[in-house]
């Protein structure tokens, strides 16, 4: 389960009554989002704050050790059942399923629709400050679900895995740019995240659409997503995930990285 409703968190929420270490609930957004009204019980930590473009083998053990403490600060545990939500079924919420995922937290899920569909449904909110209980995380990063940019540089030379570009065609053409440098990732596919959330009611598409809208996406392929941050390239990820795809992985660094390094190749 990588997508959760808003009836399900509810009727966790009231389980959690009897035990309160079974569930957290993690608000992704600003925290004067979070001021105005949340799920009750959240607590808050902004993900898109946590950026990481350094992919290197010294940054991502400092981004094994930062992150380690992030999680650490918000309470999660290995018995807890972690609910990570924003605004809708977006990028931050999908930012923090992978973070569990790749510490091998399996115990973890996305509000699917979030915040909108929480409210929607007529489901109270709250807007006092919950204090973070710390815990000790000590999940097992893995790396089979990371890619950094030798990963990417050998996909791409091999020929052996998709790269998914989970940006705009904007970004991906190159007529918006957003690093030293404007276009895409050789040989990269283009389909913007924003196309996995249904416009009327902020959650995802139904199973049927996602599956055409990756069609031509073949099954047993190694698929790497990126985004510019590794926040879109998270949605997308999950959505992979939730159509049965194994072999994912997301590019940490995306163009943040990529983008800003003029020894890696690029294309338009």
Not at 141 to 157: E, N, R, V, W
Not at 214 to 233: L, S
Request: charged share 30%.
């Amino acid at each position: 389960m990588l997508v959760i409703s808003p009836e399900e968190l509810d009727a966790r929420i009231a389980a959690r009554k009897k035990d309160s270490k079974s569930l957290l609930v993690v608000d992704a957004r600003p925290f004067s989002d979070y001021a105005e009204g949340h799920v009750p019980g959240a607590v808050n930590i902004d993900l898109m704050q946590f950026h990481w473009i350094d992919t290197s083998r010294e940054g991502i053990r400092q981004f094994n050790k930062q992150t380690k403490i992030l999680l650490s600060n918000i309470g999660v545990s290995k018995d807890r059942f972690v609910v990570f939500y924003d605004d809708v079924s977006g990028p931050s919420a999908a930012r923090g399923v992978w973070l569990l995922l790749y510490f091998s937290h399996s115990k973890v899920a996305m509000l699917d629709g979030g915040l909108a569909a929480w409210k929607a449904k007529g489901l109270p909110v709250e807007t006092k400050t919950n204090p973070f209980v710390h815990s000790k995380f000590e999940g097992r990063p893995d790396p089979k679900i990371l890619a950094g940019y030798d990963t990417i540089k050998s996909a791409i030379k091999k020929n052996k895995a998709i790269v998914l570009d989970a940006r705009s065609k904007e970004e991906f053409d190159g007529s918006a740019v957003r690093a030293a440098r404007a276009g895409h990732i050789p040989k990269a596919v283009n389909i913007d995240w924003n196309d996995n959330i249904k416009k009327e009611d902020s959650t995802f598409k139904g199973r049927d659409d996602l599956a055409k809208m990756y069609e031509k996406i073949p099954k047993d392929a190694e698929v790497i997503t990126y985004c510019q941050g590794g926040y879109r390239a998270a949605n997308s990820f999950v959505v992979l995930k939730m159509l049965g795809y194994k072999n994912v992985r997301m590019y940490l660094g995306s163009w943040g990285e990529w983008g800003n390094r003029p020894d890696l190749p690029v294309s338009q």
